[in-house]
């Protein structure tokens, strides 16, 4: 096993510090004086976005762009787009959640594609390097896209969510800043902890997984059990280790992909419309029976250097959260095509044990039971 992956992409810059974001703009000016900053609607509510953008450096000028959604849809991808060619900017940012980061990440690096952002998810056509560059400044610790290469993308008018990727895609500067995780709403805080959390785990027993990105994600994994809870329970100074976490899965992950958890809570997200990271942590348990004899060793790993038992953790998690399987008992009407876009993910083929059809329907039944 080769120690580090066959390409290692990292990104250019990052600045880990608190108030850092408060300096995004003129950390900005090395990409050109005309940016736009891509934000959801709770930047604005708490006055961060408007302490971000003032006083800019001489020369500088910013306009925001907001996204309003939930999701990062392809339509939206598609009208950020369009605003992006109307006023060519030198660079793009994103201050906001996996959501926003996503979208932003789509928009700067289809920019100049001939073709929508729909048509990327599904056709296997060759997506452009990136027109602009990407600054990430992640307001949960969530998702690490702010380290990856990948935006995933929903396209509700086909039930879909599914991810595009390119080696460009990466952000050019990383800026994580505990200030702007403070006002993250519990509910919030449980759903980006529990997704990061799993992301790390599933990046330690990714078949992809070296012992580089198994040290990055061992340390992730490890630093999101101890700290989860506490932020979860409001404790600021466990912001800084969530965002650092997060961000080292983000780079694991990005390199060693990731696995069968990830690969139906994407299908499952599109038609339940539940936090993804509640609905990586409720298809846990069955998908960690399925790769149990696989992966037995890297649990006693776990276990015997950390005193980490990863299903009791996220069991006891859902309970100290009072989070419940927002999907047990409904029925998957459309369980081919569910099972089709599971076995075309990505994630799915990086999964430690090999999985089929029949595979999927059952693991499916096991997540669907009434709790």
Request: one cysteine or more; charged letters at 20%; a neutral charge.
């Amino acid at each position: 096993m080769n120690l580090l992956p066959a390409s290692l992409l990292l990104p250019q810059q990052t600045v880990a510090a608190e108030g850092a974001a408060l300096r995004l703009t003129a950390l900005a000016a090395e990409f050109g004086p005309r940016g736009v900053l891509v934000h959801g609607r709770s930047l604005q509510r708490t006055g961060l976005l408007d302490a971000i953008l003032d006083e800019p450096p001489f020369g500088m000028r910013v306009r925001a762009w907001c996204h309003a959604g939930a999701e990062p849809t392809v339509d939206a991808v598609d009208a950020l787009r369009a605003d992006l060619k109307a006023d060519r900017p030198d660079w793009v940012a994103a201050v906001g959640g996996g959501s926003v980061i996503d979208l932003a990440k789509a928009a700067a690096g289809l920019l100049d594609a001939p073709q929508s952002a729909a048509f990327y998810q599904t056709h296997n056509a060759e997506i452009p390097p990136a027109a602009l560059p990407l600054i990430a400044a992640p307001t949960t610790a969530g998702t690490g896209s702010e380290a990856t290469v990948v935006a995933v993308l929903t396209d509700p008018s086909r039930t879909l969510k599914q991810s595009i990727r390119h080696p460009t895609y990466l952000p050019r500067l990383v800026i994580l800043d505990p200030c702007l995780l403070r006002s993250c709403p519990p509910a919030t805080r449980a759903a980006a902890g529990l997704d990061a959390f799993v992301q790390a785990f599933e990046s330690f027993t990714s078949r992809h997984a070296t012992p580089f990105t198994r040290s990055l994600s061992e340390l992730a994994v490890t630093r999101l059990a101890r700290a989860l809870l506490p932020f979860y329970e409001g404790d600021s100074d466990a912001a800084g280790e969530m965002l650092e976490a997060s961000y080292l899965a983000g780079v694991a992950l990005s390199h060693a992909r990731l696995g069968v958890i990830h690969g139906l809570a994407h299908p499952l997200g599109a038609r339940f419309h539940a936090a993804h990271g509640l609905v990586c942590a409720c298809c846990l348990p069955a998908c960690l029976a399925f790769n149990r004899n696989v992966v037995a060793r890297d649990l006693d790993t776990l276990k015997s250097r950390h005193g980490l038992d990863v299903e009791a953790r996220v069991a006891s998690w859902m309970t100290a959260m009072k989070l419940k399987n927002p999907f047990a008992g409904q029925q998957v009407t459309d369980r081919e095509a569910f099972i089709r876009e599971a076995l075309a993910s990505g994630s799915t083929a990086a999964n430690p044990r090999p999985v089929t059809a029949d595979d999927v329907s059952s693991l499916l039944d096991a997540i669907l039971v009434p709790s």
